[in-house]
């Protein structure tokens, strides 16, 4: 057992946690590749406890579970298309939508309204030539998140994957609502002021799940790390 305390920097909607930060908190106790399943909003500014389960871990807010994590394998994890160059990426990010109109001015990930080295600030775009949703931009990590080594640690990462896997959607007219499910593995961590390739796609649709793709390369292109999300899309509203 353990306890871990998400800080209100981290969050995504503006009174819960970051769903990929979250998800790093518990994949980056595994070795390889792990799933994290979000049940509830993650409460922020409290401890909640961690539990070793025989299946992996689950995160608690009393006896509420919030998340559950368990191993997962590469069979699990896209494969991921060839990266744009960094030039293409960066060009790519310029048209973003999540520029204008972030999911939420708060979150972590993706909205620009937070200044370098208290947010990311990722917000992909269209790649140029490539099918609708494939999507891309350049992610130059703050020292802010780097350890004592100068390497970004394993929840940031995840992080770094999370908006990016709605913003493909978005980008193709179907934005989707809450990050359900992601599947990740981090292969090599960036080092801080690294410039990276984020990229996501659209992968496919099932009701109101959304599968996407996300992957983070190293300039040359080189794959850092990997994930397969689902994305809740929100129940419509009833006619009027």
């Avoid at 310029?94 to 937070?114: E, I, N, Q, W, Y």
Wanted: glycine share 12%; proline share 8%.
């Amino acid at each position: 057992m353990g306890q871990v305390t998400i800080a209100r920097q981290f969050r995504g909607p503006p009174q819960s946690g970051n769903g990929g930060y979250v998800a790093g908190m518990l994949g980056r106790r595994f070795d390889g590749p792990s799933t994290a399943i979000i049940r509830a909003p993650v409460p922020l500014d409290i401890a909640l406890l961690v539990e070793a389960r025989e299946a992996g871990y689950a995160m608690l807010d009393g006896e509420t579970m919030v998340m559950e994590a368990r191993a997962a394998s590469a069979a699990d994890l896209p494969e991921t298309p060839i990266p744009p160059g960094l030039e293409q990426a960066r060009a790519a990010g310029a048209r973003s939508p999540a520029l204008d109109k972030p999911f939420h001015p708060t979150c972590f990930s993706c909205s620009v309204a937070r200044a370098e080295g208290d947010g990311l600030r990722i917000c992909n775009g269209q790649i140029e030539g490539a099918a609708p949703g494939y999507s891309a931009c350049v992610w130059t990590p703050h020292a802010n998140f780097a350890d004592a080594d100068g390497l970004i640690s394993t929840e940031v990462i995840w992080a770094a994957l999370d908006c990016s896997g709605a913003i493909c959607w978005s980008i193709t007219g179907s934005p989707p609502g809450l990050l359900g499910t992601m599947t990740g593995e981090v292969v090599r961590r960036p080092r801080a002021d690294e410039e990276t390739i984020v990229m996501a796609w659209p992968i496919g649709v099932d009701g109101r799940k959304y599968f996407s793709g996300v992957a983070l390369f190293d300039a040359h292109g080189a794959l850092l790390a990997r994930g397969r999300q689902i994305w809740i899309g929100r129940t419509p509203r009833p006619a009027q």
